[in-house]
């Protein structure tokens, strides 16, 4: 990650989100009016990146989640378990002027990331799973490993084990 952002928990009080605009106005206003209180009420956990000199240039959201077995295709609902853990990648939007120069999967490797270092530290997961708000955006996590749901274009998932070798390779800058 370039030196200039960091990657914290989001803290209306700290981070001016007011100038923060990624294209799609939905994300926007989420974070400006809703992240915080989804944070107090413990829906969802909010995490920006902040640059030094331009403030908040992206953010993504994260959520305890379980999924139906049944939700998965064939060959991924394997094991005895009916419900599966999984953290639920909510929201995910990086400044529109950073677009286009791989920013965007930077950003889904440190969600993907922190997703994981909570698998080791507190809560079980075996999933990692996003509702993309439209096809365009499900084609964004497609190129980067996630498969569709059953009877879904737009929910998609992605195993822990996959998740894993995704965060080696964004480590390893391949």
């Not at 809560?123 to 955006?137: H, N, S, Y």
């Amino acid at each position: 990650m370039n030196p200039l952002v960091r990657s914290v928990m989001y803290d209306e009080e700290v981070h001016d989100a007011s100038s923060f605009s990624c294209g799609r106005e939905v994300f926007d206003i989420w974070l400006r009016s809703h992240a915080a209180r989804a944070q107090l009420s413990g829906t969802a956990s909010t995490y920006v990146w902040v640059h030094r000199e331009l403030g908040v240039i992206g953010y993504y959201a994260l959520s305890a989640h379980a999924l139906v077995k049944d939700e998965l295709p064939p060959v991924a609902a394997k094991g005895e378990i009916a419900l599966i853990p999984a953290s639920l990648l909510s929201k995910l939007a990086l400044e529109r002027r950073f677009h286009g120069e791989g920013h965007g999967g930077a950003l889904l490797a440190d969600a993907l990331s922190r997703s994981l270092s909570s698998r080791t530290q507190s809560v079980a997961i075996r999933l990692i799973i996003v509702e993309a708000i439209d096809l365009e955006v499900a084609g964004f996590y497609r190129r980067y490993g996630f498969s569709e749901l059953r009877n879904s274009r737009i929910k998609l998932f992605m195993k822990v084990k996959t998740a894993e070798a995704a965060c080696r390779r964004a480590l390893d800058g391949s």
